[in-house]
C-alpha cells in the first residue's frame, strides 16, 4: 500500500450482475475503504438489490470459512470496521420506474433464486452479516452522516446505479457535499455509441434521466454537483473492458457451462460456485448478443476509485488522473421526457463556435428574441444572437433554461476516455478476485 491511506468510498448500487462483480472487486481492493452501501432500484426492484448484498456476502463468507487463507485476498470483508447497509430509492425523482430485468433476471442475479436456492441467504447461518451493518437511515442520511464525519474531501462517492439518491443528496444538501466530497465517479451514459437499454440511452440514465441531468448539467451555480470532482464512465468506454468467458473456463472455473449444465457446488469454492451461477445465464444471454464475453461496465468504475484517489491539490478545472487514465471534457445534454430518446445523452455536434451557445435551439432563440421585440424581421434577426451575447448574456436565460446563451460558459463533464486497458483490468479482476495469477 506504499503508505497511502486507503480511500474510504460510499457505493451507490442496484445490484446486478456486473454491480455484484464490482462489489467484490471493491472488497478485494486494498486501495478502498468501502464505509457504505446505498441500495438503489434499478436493475431490479430495491428489495431485491438489498437482498443481493446478502447473497454476495454470504458466499464471501463460505468461501473464507472453507479457505480461511483467502480471508487476506478480501480486505473489505471484516467485521472490525462494517461498512454501513441503507435502501436507497426505489424510483426515479420523476416519471415512470423501468428495471432491467431482461438481462439482470428479476433477482437481479439472473434467477438464482430459482436455479440455485442453495445461495439463498441463510439466515440461521448469518455470522457473514458481521461484516456489514444494516441501518434504518435513508441512503441520503446515511451519505450525510458519512460525509459530515469524515475529513474533508476525502470520500469518493461511487454510482454503479440509477444517479436518484445523491441527486437527493444533493438538493437537500448540497453546501455539504461540495464541502466535503472528494470525488464522485458514476457510470452513466452513452455518448458517442448506441445505448445499452434504448437504442440511444445507457440503463442508469435512463431509469432516472432527471436525476442524471440535475447533476450533471446545472442551470447556474448553486445547482448539480461540484463538475471538477466528477468523473463519468460511459459506455463509450467501460464496453470494450469484457470478461471473456472462455478466459473465465480457463482460469477459474473449467466446469463452467450454461443453465442447461448449472453450477454444481461439489468441487469447486463456494465463491467460484457463487459467481459460476450469476453468470451461466449471463452468458447465454451475451451470445444471443453476440459475444461470449461480460461487459465490465461497473467494474470499470470501481477500477477508476481504486486507481483515482481524491486530489490532495487539486487545480481548477479537469480531474487530476493517474498514470494510464485520462478524461476528456464532454459538453452535453440529457433527454428526460423524449418519446423515444429518454435518457439520451444529446451532443451538440454542429461546428458552430460564434453565434449561438453550445445546444442552443435556434429557432427557439428566434422566438425569444421576437417575443422580446430584439428582432425586426427574418433577415436582420439571424445575426441577433451574437449581439445580445455581448449586450446582455443574461437576456435569454429565464424560463425555458435550456434556450440560455450562459450555455456557452457551461464546463462540460469529465468523461473517461482512456483506462490501462482491458487486458490489465482483466488480469487484476481475476487476480483479486478468483485468487488466479
Ligand atoms: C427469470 O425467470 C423468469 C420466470 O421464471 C423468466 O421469465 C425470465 O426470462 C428469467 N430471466 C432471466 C434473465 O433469465
Ligand atoms: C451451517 O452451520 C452449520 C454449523 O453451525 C454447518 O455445519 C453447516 O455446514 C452450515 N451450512 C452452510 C450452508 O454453511
Ligand atoms: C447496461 O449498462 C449498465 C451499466 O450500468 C449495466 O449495469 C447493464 O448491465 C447494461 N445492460 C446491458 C443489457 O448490457
Redesign the pocket.
Known amino acids: 500500500m506504499d503508505g497511502r491511506t486507503r480511500t474510504p468510498v460510499i457505493i451507490d448500487t442496484d445490484p446486478g450482475v456486473d454491480d455484484t462483480l464490482a462489489i467484490l472487486f471493491a472488497i478485494a481492493s486494498p486501495e478502498l475503504e468501502i464505509i457504505a452501501y446505498i441500495v438503489s432500484f434499478g436493475n431490479t426492484d430495491v428489495h431485491a438489490a438489498y437482498d443481493n448484498i446478502y447473497r454476495l456476502y454470504q458466499a464471501i463468507g463460505r468461501h473464507i470459512a472453507l479457505h480461511p487463507e483467502d480471508a487476506a485476498r478480501f480486505p473489505n470483508f471484516s467485521p472490525t470496521v462494517p461498512p454501513l447497509l441503507a435502501v436507497g430509492p426505489e424510483g426515479p425523482l420523476e416519471g415512470g420506474r423501468h428495471f432491467a ?6 433477482d437481479g442475479l ?2 438464482i433464486s ?1 436455479r440455485h436456492p442453495d445461495l439463498n441467504v441463510d439466515l440461521e447461518n448469518s455470522s457473514f452479516c458481521d461484516n456489514f451493518q444494516p441501518v434504518k437511515e435513508s441512503g441520503v442520511e446515511v451519505a450525510l452522516r458519512l460525509l459530515e464525519s469524515r475529513p474533508d474531501r476525502s470520500i469518493t462517492y461511487v454510482v454503479l446505479g440509477p444517479m436518484t439518491n445523491l441527486a437527493q443528496l444533493v438538493r437537500e444538501h448540497r453546501q455539504t457535499v461540495v464541502d466535503k466530497i472528494g470525488r464522485v465517479i458514476c457510470m452513466a451514459g452513452a455518448l458517442d455509441v448506441p445505448g445499452n437499454t434504448t437504442s440511444v440511452a445507457e440503463f442508469n440514465v435512463y431509469a432516472d434521466p432527471y436525476a442524471a441531468r440535475e447533476l450533471l448539467i446545472p442551470t447556474d451555480i448553486t445547482s448539480g454537483l461540484p463538475l471538477d470532482r466528477v468523473i463519468i464512465a460511459p459506455l463509450d468506454i467501460t464496453s470494450n473492458h469484457e470478461l471473456p468467458f472462455p478466459h473465465y473456463c480457463q482460469k477459474v472455473d473449467p466446469a463452467f457451462k450454461s443453465t442447461a449444465q448449472p453450477s454444481n457446488a461439489d468441487g469447486k469454492s463456494p465463491l467460484v460456485h457463487f459467481t459460476s451461477s450469476v453468470f451461466e ?1 449471463t452468458r447465454e ?1 451475451m451470445l444471443e448478443w453476440g459475444k461470449d464475453a461480460m461487459e465490465l461496465h461497473d467494474i470499470v468504475a470501481i477500477w477508476c476509485a481504486i486507481e483515482n484517489p481524491p486530489e490532495i491539490n487539486p487545480v481548477r478545472g479537469l480531474p487530476g488522473m493517474s498514470t494510464g487514465w485520462v478524461v476528456a471534457q464532454r459538453t452535453f445534454d440529457i433527454e428526460r421526457t423524449g418519446e423515444i430518446t429518454r435518457g439520451m445523452f444529446v451532443t451538440d455536434r454542429r461546428e458552430e463556435t460564434t453565434t449561438y451557445a453550445p445546444g442552443a435551439n435556434r429557432a427557439e432563440v428566434q422566438a425569444q428574441l421576437d417575443l422580446r421585440h430584439l428582432g425586426h424581421g427574418l433577415l436582420e434577426s439571424t445575426a441577433l444572437p451574437a449581439r445580445v451575447n455581448i449586450e446582455d448574456p443574461t437576456l435569454l436565460a429565464g424560463g425555458q433554461g435550456e434556450v440560455g446563451l450562459e450555455q456557452k460558459e457551461r464546463k462540460g463533464v469529465a468523461c473517461l476516455v482512456e483506462t490501462p486497458g482491458p487486458s490489465v483490468l482483466l488480469q487484476l479482476l481475476t487476480r483479486r478476485v478468483w485468487g488466479i495469477q
Open positions: 430485468q431482461y438481462f439482470h433476471g428479476r439472473s434467477n430459482e445465464r444471454i
